[in-house]
């Protein structure tokens, strides 16, 4: 199976419009992005123009909607165009926007679609990034969402709905994600809500843009809107929804998925869970510990980077360190209670970025890596004799020899610490 080369778009263009929750009037721009970009949403609004990577550890919310956050900046609403783009093998764009949310539109991804291929859609000369599965994933939320993914040669989303209204009621349906079957058959399904939830949204600031110009607004009987584009446009828009969180990984995914009474929480679960999967199956040394210390001046016991997993020049590195219980710190924290010092696991994480620096420079044998500041650092849980600590950064800005950096530390598939940097290269 050979993953197809990476893509993006020939030239800039332009969409606007409302947000459907904030009401605000924003303009979008899709323009070019070299290989490896990815997705990257860039808020040209606020001061800096800082910019959101498009992945599943940037989310920050999913009620009636997916999203995106790094600090404080938000960007509302990004699963109708992630949905465009992923279902459109679009891998690497920046997504410009002037104000917090996704323009609506009529409320379906046909525009975001027909605006990329207005871009001109274009193949770039790398191997597209594809998840392969192993194995099933499944995933049950808390609310009664369940979804099952299993290896499939290809991206295909069948899924059921099922609401206690006459004109939805169950539906199914099951698609081929490829450009031409999602611009046929899923793209044009809109959004819906309910005239019953109307006044409750607004007054959580939810649905300040809605319409029946950009929504299938239902009241208790039928819609309200002229006519629906399909019988089960419900049902081909939560699947288009589907398809949009997943394009949160980063990556091509090749399977079959199941879903159940999708929404954007369970959506994201099982983003996260083909993440880890993903993460499992991959960690076969890329960088041993040997060429590590080529490239990092610690030496034991202060060197806590035991190899490296997943290398992405100048945007992404992951790293592991195996925690034993004959770690000599161990012997002075909570003796009797191990407990790895949460300042350590920040430790390794920095080396593990300071890696991530060092391939952005000539002669790495003659710099070394000083960090200037940490910020946003949470512990969210104890790391124990026997865990596995896999650590993510990427890279969120470049700037000559200084860079920021946001990590995050894992055990499984738990979040136990994360941080932001601020690293610069020096000579030694």
């Known amino acids: 199976m050979t993953p197809g080369k990476q893509r993006t778009i020939a030239k800039d263009v332009s969409l606007d419009g409302v947000g459907v929750h904030s009401g605000e009037a924003a303009t979008l721009t899709f323009r070019p992005a070299a290989p490896d970009t990815g997705v990257r949403f860039r808020r040209v609004d606020l001061e800096g123009a800082p910019e959101i990577p498009a ?23 990004v699963e109708h165009v992630m949905a465009a783009l992923t279902s459109q093998c679009v ?3 920046v997504v410009e926007l002037n104000g917090p949310e996704i323009p609506i539109r009529d409320g379906s991804f046909q525009d975001y679609v027909a605006a990329l291929h207005e871009g001109g859609i274009v193949e770039q000369d790398a191997d597209a990034k594809v998840l392969v599965m192993h194995g099933p ?4 939320a808390s609310d009664g969402e369940s979804y099952v993914a299993a290896p499939a040669p290809a991206l295909r989303i069948s899924g059921t709905i099922d609401f206690d209204h006459p004109a939805i009621g169950r539906q199914y349906g099951s698609f081929h994600v490829d450009p ?26 939810l649905a300040q843009g809605a319409n029946l110009g950009n929504t299938v607004v239902l009241d208790e009987d039928e819609p309200l809107n002229e006519s629906l584009r399909f019988p089960d446009e419900f049902v081909r828009h939560k699947i288009g929804d589907v398809v949009g969180d997943l394009g949160l990984l980063g990556a091509r995914l090749h399977a079959h998925v199941i879903a159940e009474r999708p929404s954007h929480k369970g959506n994201v679960a099982l983003a996260r869970a083909l993440a880890e999967h993903a993460r499992r199956a991959g960690r076969q040394a890329f960088v ?62 920095a080396q593990v970025g300071g890696l991530l620096l060092m391939e952005k420079v000539e002669n790495p044998d003659e710099k070394v890596v000083y960090f200037m500041t940490m910020d946003n650092v949470k512990w969210r849980r104890p790391v124990t004799p026997g865990d596995t600590l896999v650590f993510e950064l990427e890279m969120v800005q470049f700037r000559r020899h200084t860079c920021k950096m946001h990590g995050m530390a894992f055990v499984e598939d738990q979040l136990v610490a994360e941080a932001d940097f601020m690293a610069r290269i020096v000579d030694k």
Do not use: C
Not at 55 to 74: F, K, M, N, S
Not at 137 to 140: I, L, T, W
Not at 180 to 204: I, K, M, N, Y
């Open 91 to 93: 891998d690497n764009v």
């Open 180 to 205: 031409e079957s999602f611009a046929a058959h899923l793209a044009p399904a809109r959004t819906f809500g309910f005239v019953t939830q109307w006044d409750a949204l607004r007054a959580r600031g």
């Open 288 to 349: 041993d510990v040997t060429k590590i210390m080529q490239y990092l001046p610690h030496r034991y016991p202060m060197l806590l980077v035991d190899r490296i997993v997943h290398f992405e020049q100048g945007r992404r590195i992951v790293g592991i360190k195996n925690v034993t219980i004959n770690e000599p710190f161990f012997q002075g924290h909570y003796p009797g209670h191990p407990i790895m010092p949460g300042v350590l696991i920040i430790e390794a994480m």
């Open 137 to 140: 994933v499944a995933v049950d």
């Open 55 to 77: 992945t599943v550890d940037h989310v920050v919310a999913t009620d009636l909607g997916t999203t995106l956050g790094l600090e404080d900046v938000r960007v509302l609403t």
